[in-house]
């Protein structure tokens, strides 16, 4: 299979020279404090591994199961919030748009607009989102075939914008477990794009609140990033916070940052030996 095309991110690149990238941050913007302390740690793990990144947190979750729970600061506040990462900790940045009227706003900020999950086949989203020129980083749906997205793939290459991201995130296996078939990679890789595994989402357990202690299993994040990376996955996407049993969103399915570094260690070792095999 021939390799997907380079995709820029601010100055991270997806796909190139085979390395192995990375979207990592905590799931949604609880403090500018916690935000600019997490991803300035991120960093510097970053570029001692020599791993391309960029910063992922949420303005706002727009999925959250109730009211009453945290959602985020909102557009402009979150925004501001992720102009300072942008500025200060110098990464690119990356966040979900929920809706067309969100796309251009975020887009002074963003170098990349997320497509959540819930969303990936909504044309208007797509196509304002795609109109930005900014990377646009499409979630598979839990409901969705990967061979199915490349109908969404279409909407965005329509308005000529081919900076794109495809992430698996795991398929719905009954009712609240999701399963991640590893092939799926492969099948999101030859659309022509860079395949990014979620490996953090994957592990969510839905119909239990984010912080309940039920509503993940983390201890599968290492096996199933190894198997994702083993597949030929171009990078990782993993939430992770300085203290997930306190987060506000995710909880339960956030990697410590403590943990991050020996991770990602490994899996660059995995991702070599399995070059080293398809060489």
Known sequence: MSAPRVVQVGRARFGEGGKLALIAGP??????????????????????????????????KDNRSSVEFYEGPGLDAGLAVLDRVKREVGVPVLSDVHTPAQAA???????????????SQQTELLLAAARTGKAINIKKGQFVAPEDLLH????????GNRNILLTERGSCFGY????????????????GYPAV????????VYGKPSADPAGGTPEHIPLLARAGVAAGCDALFIETHPDPARALCDAASMLPLARLEKLLAQLLRVHEASRAEEA
């Open 152 to 159: 969404s793939v279409r909407k965005v290459e329509s308005t």
């Open 27 to 60: 799931c949604v913007i609880e403090s500018e404090e916690l935000t600019l302390r997490t991803a300035e740690a991120i960093r510097r793990i970053a570029e001692k591994l020599g791993i391309p990144f960029v910063f992922k947190s949420s303005y706002r």
């Open 176 to 191: 609240r477990t999701l399963v991640v078939d590893m092939r799926s990679l492969a099948v999101l890789r030859g659309h």
């Open 105 to 119: 706003p975020a887009a002074e900020v963003l170098d990349a607009l997320q497509i959540p999950a819930y969303l």
């Open 197 to 204: 595994f979620d490996v953090t989402h994957s592990v969510r």
